[in-house]
């Protein structure tokens, strides 16, 4: 049974979620109606600073007929693969004194998120293949951070990335 969006979604959510990523500290399976500002450090020690939330969207969606010469394929030497653009949300909130301590964790976790998605190209098995880009020499992860802003002189600083990436489905 193909996972299909929702699955996809699902998927994602898994694959970074559960402590798998340092600082994305909470995970949805899609954007919430409210974001809690107790999700941003939920799970961590007394006296974290920073911490993220996150979730994945599907920006868009394709299908491909490929022919395999050889090998494994769903069915025999071809498959139709579904082709997702996942946008993975990561709201980042900080109450570190200095803007560039704050800079710093936000860039911390997004490293980590990029290792995760660089580490297992099937997101632990659910996927044909993800991060990877779908022809020779496409592009395979980009990251998108708006510029830090500061709520009030002594309040949270809080920037919004997004991490695209290709998850592929082979059906």
Request: proline fraction near 5%.
């Amino acid at each position: 049974m193909p996972l299909g969006r929702k699955g996809t979604r699902q998927a994602v959510a898994a694959y970074f979620g559960s402590g798998s990523v340092a600082g994305l500290n909470t995970v949805y399976t899609g954007e919430p109606r409210v974001v809690p500002e107790k999700g941003y450090l939920v799970g961590t020690s007394a006296g974290t600073k920073s911490g993220a939330q996150g979730w994945p969207w599907i920006e868009a969606q394709r299908d491909k007929r490929i022919a395999f010469t050889g090998g494994p394929s769903p069915s025999g030497l071809q498959a139709k693969l579904v082709l997702y653009e996942v946008s993975f949300s990561i709201r980042f909130w900080s109450l570190q004194a200095k803007g560039e301590t704050a800079l710093d964790d936000h860039d911390a976790i997004l490293d980590a998120f990029v290792t995760r998605l660089r580490a297992d190209r099937t997101l632990g098995g659910t996927m044909w293949q993800a991060g990877e880009g779908d022809t020779n020499e496409a592009e395979d992860i980009h990251v998108v951070s708006g510029y830090p802003k500061e709520r009030k002189a002594t309040g949270p600083i809080v920037i919004w990335s997004m991490i695209r990436f290709l998850a592929i489905e082979a059906i």
